[in-house]
């Protein structure tokens, strides 16, 4: 069943990055039938609690407010006072309900709710799974092939100049790698997300090579032999991936992902002993090194670089104004999960000719629709698995580098999500949800392994915590 599950959430990006209900839905039909199984298995004793409930509350709380708020949202038990005011409006305007509620549109935020509940199951079941320590390398390992084979998908579509994404024709950004994505930014999201993968699987063999010898030039020539003999895979894998997302030329995503790159060196050798200077160093070289790779890139980037610098549209600031006075408005209701397009429909100002679905900064799309204080339970989720990763990373002694990936990928979504709406794409949220879950399964040293009792011992009989 784990090798099912793994297939269902890496096949995500196929459908045109799961965006519409047919394709998400059947994620969700296949995942809750997943969840379904691995529960009956939990029940009839042929499967453990390998991470109990109790150890990842900081993020299960937080998920269960967001989700018992977007329920009161929908259902029409509430006071009237509470009700959107678009309720008054003609009904037809909203495909509206016999009776009003808070939501504006009930069907956009149950759709919502419906995504939102997959992505948890798809962390718990990962949560399970990658407490497995073969488990959870095969599973980054298949988000790091997953990625270069949609990678080079986009690098043959690409150079060919076919100009398609799989048999539709390409409508937008015609000159920018996306891959089998619509939008360009969110493929470079879900690139970042595997470079970031790679990236850790390859620190972790070098390291473990040059651990192995106390002498400077032995320990050298172990690394490099690592790097080239031993890691051709991966090495070909990080270059393909690399590419694809520079030829995103998108810039939000190509920032955030050197800075998640730069987390993820800085923070597994702060794991590893390093000193503060060396870190730095380290985190300074990534960057650099990103910034040559960028410079040294696609023609396409003077262009992107140009726009975005003299001649970018000021439609994002009108955006974010149309936000904060949506939150102004109704700062503890909002206005439905998943209703932004509704709202910006009816609020869109007359010099704003474009029509937006999507307010191109998470953080301001949530306040507006879920209202601040879900809002900051929402966000609560991603500072929860951030913070448990990055306690991981420091406590844990072997597999390290696995709560490093994944501090790294909250990191990226995090700052991408200033810029952009990639986690409203069900694939990228989907691959960050199955790398967040791993890399918090392997958070914990003093969590037991679980035999088919759920309880881990040693031979004499102790209970057994692996470091």
């Known amino acids: 069943m784990l090798q099912l599950f793994v297939v269902v959430v890496l096949l995500t990006p196929l459908p045109l990055g799961s965006v519409y209900p047919w394709s998400w839905g059947l994620l969700a039909v296949g995942i809750g039938a997943l969840l379904g199984m691995w529960c009956l298995r939990l029940l009839a004793r042929t499967a453990a609690l390998a991470v109990p409930l109790t150890a990842v509350w900081p993020t299960v709380l937080p998920f269960l407010l967001v989700v018992g708020w977007l329920i009161v949202q929908v259902l029409p ?79 043959v579509v690409e150079l060919s100049e076919i100009r398609m994404v799989l048999w539709f024709p390409k409508v937008t950004a015609i000159e920018d790698l996306s891959s089998t994505f619509v939008n360009r930014n969110t493929f470079a999201t879900y690139a970042g997300l595997a470079l970031v993968c790679v990236s850790g699987l390859i620190l972790a063999r070098v390291d473990g090579r040059m651990a192995n010898t106390d002498d400077f030039t032995d320990s050298v020539d172990r690394g490099i032999d690592a790097i080239i003999a031993r890691n051709s895979f991966l090495i070909a894998g990080w270059l393909l991936i690399a590419s694809a997302l520079l030829l995103t030329h998108s810039l939000g995503g190509i920032f955030s992902s050197g800075v998640a790159l730069a987390s993820l060196v800085a923070l597994y050798a702060h794991a590893r002993g390093a000193r503060p200077g060396v870190i730095f160093g380290l985190a300074i070289g990534a960057g650099v090194l990103l910034g040559a790779a960028v410079v040294a890139g696609s023609a396409g980037w003077q262009a992107r670089f140009d726009q975005a610098l003299w001649s970018q549209p000021d439609d994002r600031g009108k955006l974010a104004l ?13 206005s439905g999960y998943g209703t932004f397009e509704t709202f910006f429909t009816h609020r869109r100002p007359p010099d704003m000719e474009a029509r937006y679905t999507k307010a191109h900064n998470a953080y301001l799309e949530n306040a507006v629709e879920l209202g601040l204080p879900a809002t900051a339970a929402l966000v609560a989720i ?22 490093c990936i994944g501090f790294s990928a909250t990191v990226l979504v995090g700052v991408h999500s200033l810029l952009d709406f990639s986690l409203q794409i069900p694939a990228v949220t989907a691959t960050y949800c199955l790398i967040a879950g791993i890399a918090c399964a392997q958070a914990d040293p003093s969590l037991p392994t679980a035999d088919r009792r759920g309880r881990g011992t040693q031979p004499d009989g102790q209970p057994h915590y692996p470091r």
Not at 102 to 108: K, L, Q, R, Y
Not at 382 to 403: C, L, Q
Request: hydrophobic share 50%; proline share 5%.
């Open 322 to 334: 149309l936000a904060l006075q949506g939150i102004e408005e109704r700062p503890l209701l909002g």
């Open 77 to 155: 038990i509430t006071p009237e006072a509470w009700h959107h005011s678009a309720w008054l409006w003609p009904a037809s305007a909203f495909n509206a309900a016999p009776s009003s509620r808070i939501t504006v549109d009930p069907a956009e935020t149950i759709a919502a709710l419906t995504r939102l509940i997959t992505y948890g199951a798809i962390f718990w079941l990962a949560l399970q799974y990658g407490r497995d320590r073969r488990a959870a390398k095969m599973m980054f390992k298949a988000v790091v092939l997953a990625a270069v084979g949609f990678s080079l998908y986009g690098l």
């Open 382 to 403: 991603f500072v929860s698995i951030a913070v448990r990763t990055w306690r991981g990373a420091r406590r844990r002694r072997r597999d390290a580098i696995y709560p």
